[in-house]
């Protein structure tokens, strides 16, 4: 059925969960599973014309979120591990989660995502926007949602 799902990951709680559960449904399956994490790209211009913040100080900033994404990574690595099933990892950064989560999909040839829902409220879904909507909407391969 499937042959490689991506299973993205932003460290919460939820998101744990669902690592365990797409690790098991690729095992089921007897699928590769793809970790994936996306660094949110700085945009100095944020900061005023570019003047308040150091060209360094933005570079650190991505180091220390990649670093961040590879702990999150490796969990994905362990229980992956753990099943006997295949695994590789990828970090990327993008300006929005969902953009990096369908990039990643292209670049790693996925045919499936496995994503937690964050179980936002509607009123702040409505406000800020749902990844896993966006992903819903925009996907090209199934999306399986845990909630």
């Known amino acids: 059925m499937f042959k ?49 913040i150091k060209k360094s100080t933005v570079e650190l900033l991505d180091e220390q979120a990649k670093a961040v994404g590879e702990r999150y990574l490796g969990e994905i690595a362990k229980a992956a591990t753990a099943a006997g099933v295949a695994y590789s990892g990828l970090i990327t950064k993008s300006p929005t989660a969902y953009e990096g989560i369908l990039e990643a999909v292209k670049k790693k040839r996925c045919d499936a995502i496995f994503l937690a829902s964050r ?29």
Do not use: C
Request: charged share 20%; aromatic share 6%; net charge positive.
């Open 119 to 147: 179980g936002r409220g509607e009123f702040k879904a409505l406000l800020l926007g749902s990844v896993t909507q966006k992903v819903l909407s925009h996907a090209k391969v199934p999306v399986i949602v845990y909630r």
């Open 4 to 52: 490689n799902i991506l299973i993205p990951t932003d460290g919460s709680v939820r998101s744990r969960k669902a690592i365990k559960a797409g690790v098991k449904l690729a095992q089921s399956l007897g699928a590769k599973v793809t970790g994936y994490h996306g660094v949110q790209a700085l945009r100095p211009d944020l900061f005023g014309d570019g003047d308040l």
